[in-house]
């Protein structure tokens, strides 16, 4: 009798020590990609335009649909015609016309940042089904903290006075940016497919210069306009219905 009472308590005790390795290996995977993607989008964008940084980040749109097909991701034809036309409206967002693209030092950091995002989009998407979205994300953070920060204090001097001189974009950078906006991409890729999620976080292009018109009274040019527009169509054309497909 109690050999068979220990038997349950026996294999909880081994799924709860398998659930806990998953999340804890799921969670340093994606702080360590998240700080190097973030490190290497800033350090290129030294080098480089904002707008062209932006449009390489954003690559990501293509890059994850590609790695996914040789995890045995496909997607429909449907999602691959979103993907195109967000590009395209990701290009007329951030690049100015006639404004060349040579590839430089600042584009390839950038790049290099870009393939570590799609690596995070689907680190995540392999992860999330599996554990805890919020407590994969603490410990994403804090992993993501300490690789950032154990350099920053070795190689930088960070002193109180600039700190507290920058203290409102920090907090709004710490908590919004990076607290609550990766927490609900990890929550929020559950069950997704890991295209679909890149192309709406694709969009933060699009939010970004329609609140720089909304709350800046910053101009927004025609070819802004057809660009948010190519955007959200991508992004209604992802989400219909499509018979025969998994993804």
């Not at 694709?202 to 070819?223: D, K, M, Y």
């Amino acid at each position: 009798m109690n050999t068979k009472t220990k038997a349950p308590e026996e294999k909880k005790r081994i799924q709860a020590s398998s659930d806990r390795k998953t999340l804890i290996t799921g969670g340093i995977c994606c702080g360590i990609l998240l700080c190097f993607a973030s490190n290497f989008q800033q350090f290129g964008i030294k080098y480089t335009t904002v707008g062209k940084a932006g449009f390489i980040t954003a690559c990501y749109i293509i890059i994850v649909p590609v790695i996914g097909i040789f995890l045995k991701k496909k997607c429909s034809p449907f999602i691959w015609i979103a993907v195109i036309l967000s590009l395209c409206g990701l290009y007329l967002l951030c690049l100015t016309p006639g404004e060349g693209f040579a590839i430089g030092k600042g584009e390839l950091l950038v790049l290099i940042c870009a393939v570590l995002f799609s690596l995070h989009i689907l680190v995540i998407d392999h992860f999330s089904p599996l554990v805890d979205g919020v407590k994969m994300s603490c410990i994403q953070f804090l992993v993501c903290g300490i690789l950032s920060g154990l350099p920053a204090l070795l190689f930088e001097s960070p002193d109180l006075a600039g700190i507290l001189a920058a203290k409102v974009p920090i907090l709004y950078a710490g908590v919004m940016s990076c607290g609550v906006a990766y927490t609900l991409q990890i929550v929020g890729q559950k069950n997704m497919n890991p295209t679909v999620a890149s192309l709406i976080l694709s969009l933060e292009s699009c939010i970004s210069v329609i609140a720089g018109w909304l709350i800046l009274g910053q101009n927004l040019s025609s070819r802004e306009i057809f660009g948010c527009v190519l955007m959200f169509g991508a992004i209604i054309l992802a989400q219909l219905p499509q018979k025969g497909t998994a993804f």
